[in-house]
């Protein structure tokens, strides 16, 4: 106002009405001086600070980062020249969001945060719990449970504990309820608000058999038949004959009262229990004092397993529910069994174990008329049998040096080897006759589980090697003189021994119990195409399997050697060159060799090895034909002693001697 009075001298326009004026004046501030203010005392970042010249003493303490752990929050002072003229309490505008003591700060002010005086610590069902509060001397226990935002809804207000310290140990104070606005507390005090106790002073319950299950109040008189009543009365699967109460004595043992249902709820003036608090009534169904009622049904349904009884369930039905007979279902047998009920004769025992029923189901799910009166009951079994003659398409895969390689469906139960050639076209000009070998699938049913456990773990095969990977198809390639890649695979005589190659496996460490796991799977047999070609029908003519893969390599010309040898090599094919002849190819044994154990495993997966007749005087050597794997196993590595562990057994030998010489000496005398 001052400034447009002076400007109203300046300008005519400025004087006179609203109205009249021709020039308006508008006074704005641009910006605020600063002013230097002292932070002092217990306070998180003490210092100076340069602040606005309207800010207040809470606007300086927010910039200071307010008192530290033992800083007041009750007593905090304004210094101006070297004058207390403002003593503030944080709480009131904290607790109450009362500004009254905020007074604005001038240029040199100081603001002092001295330590707490007093200060106790609050725990349990409060608002603010876990915290610690600063009182003042004349604020009772009341003013502290103001201060942490009054008790939680599950408090226990009748009294409050206190854990107090003395000059010498600690003490605990109980204080009432009627206590609260006079108690003073003190300085390291912890006071402790309990949780109310989890029990109902008036609670029954009822659950079972019963309409409304669940808790009830417990009313002045109140007796098992009025809970029951409570409980809209029993349901219809009640079990009558007997209920139980579940009590709890005073002493906080147990006791179970039972009682006839129908007796209380019939004539209740004589039957009638009393209850009492914590009461648990069970009254049980019908249902669940028996099985759970279910009936089975498996075979050529789409949808086997175990089905919910019902009452006047036909045969028919549970077909039904399990979405029908599949296409391999025989309507001509289905079976059921159904459990033996009762008890034998004292000291007997029946020999039947169930009993068998037979019938024919259409496929519209239509009974016989003799059948139609039969129906099923809880537990019994249902089987449906598959046709007798249904199969599904059985599968056989020929690869290799045939005219049309490729999967054949088996026509017939008695396809054999020859047979499956001849639809593939015959032999090409290319196969390797003597090293066609079968893979075969096949189940635990097929033959007793037998363990190969003649050779070492040193001695195991390497399918990578033998050029039998796990896949059964050769794994080592090499090239013939027109660069065509063949498998190194090769001819058995007739007289080699012929074995389930699911004895060997990859790796020395493999276990006994991976190597019957895989020969639950397959197994690589060898065979004589050769035989079986000009004999067709032959005993060397098997039969086909589904699943049957049978392999006919092209000619091989190499010879692989491997294992205890200088270098593992693959050498070209000799006609009349022995054993030796391969292994001096390889560099010759090597030092830790097991000459003895040489073995070779043929292209079609027999497995042959040397043999000594006539205690060692006579010898046997395989004879080696192309694709052949010669394979010489390696002595086990053994650790040497070193030099403390030698004169250790030295010391003990000589003093082992010594003694013996003593006691022989003494026996001499």
Known sequence: ???????????????????????????????????????????????????????????????????????????????????????????????????????????????????????????????????????????????????????????YTRQIRIHRNTSTDREIVTVNQDEFDTFEVQSGDVVYVDEILNRFNNRVSIEGAVWRGGVFELNEGMSLHDLIMEAEGLRPDAFRQRGLINRLRDDYSLEQISFNVSDVLENPSMNDIPLQREDQVVIRSIHELEDEQTVQVGGAVRQPGEYNFRNSMTLEDLILQANGFTDAASEARIEVSRRILGEAAPGQRGEQLAEIYTFNVSRDLQLSPEDNNFVLQPFDQVYIHRRPNYQVQQKVTIEGEVMYPGTYTISNRNERISDLIERAGGLTSEAYVDGARLVRQHSAIDRAQIDFDFLTSEEVIDPEQTGLSESGSESRDSTNQNGNEVSTTGNIPQQRTQLNMQGFRSAENDSIQSRRQRAESESRIGIDLASILEQPGSRDDLFLRDGDVLRVPQELQTVAISGAVMQDVEVRYQSGANLGYYIDSAGGFATNARKKRVYVVYANGDVDRRKSYLFGLIKNTPPIEPGAHIIIPAKPDREGMNTGEIVSISAAIVSMTTSLIIALDRVAR
């Open 1 to 155: 106002n001052r400034i447009l009075q002076q400007l109203e001298q300046l300008y005519s326009g400025l004087r006179g009405d609203e109205s009249e004026q021709t020039t308006f004046g508008r006074v704005a501030i641009d910006g605020l001086r600063t002013i230097q203010v002292s932070i002092i005392g217990e306070v998180t970042n003490p210092g100076d600070y340069t602040i606005a010249s309207n800010a207040t003493v809470f606007n300086a303490l927010y910039r200071g980062g307010g008192p530290g752990e033992d800083g007041s929050y009750r007593t905090i002072r304004v210094i101006r020249n070297n004058e207390v003229v403002a003593d503030l309490d944080l709480y009131n505008f904290l607790i109450h969001g009362v500004q009254s003591e905020n007074i604005r700060l001038l240029d040199g002010d100081v603001i002092q945060v001295p330590p707490y005086n007093h200060r106790v610590e609050v725990k349990g069902e409060l608002k603010r719990s876990d915290l610690y509060f600063e009182v003042k001397e004349d604020e009772t226990l009341s003013d502290l449970i103001q201060f942490a935002g009054d008790f939680s809804d599950q408090a």
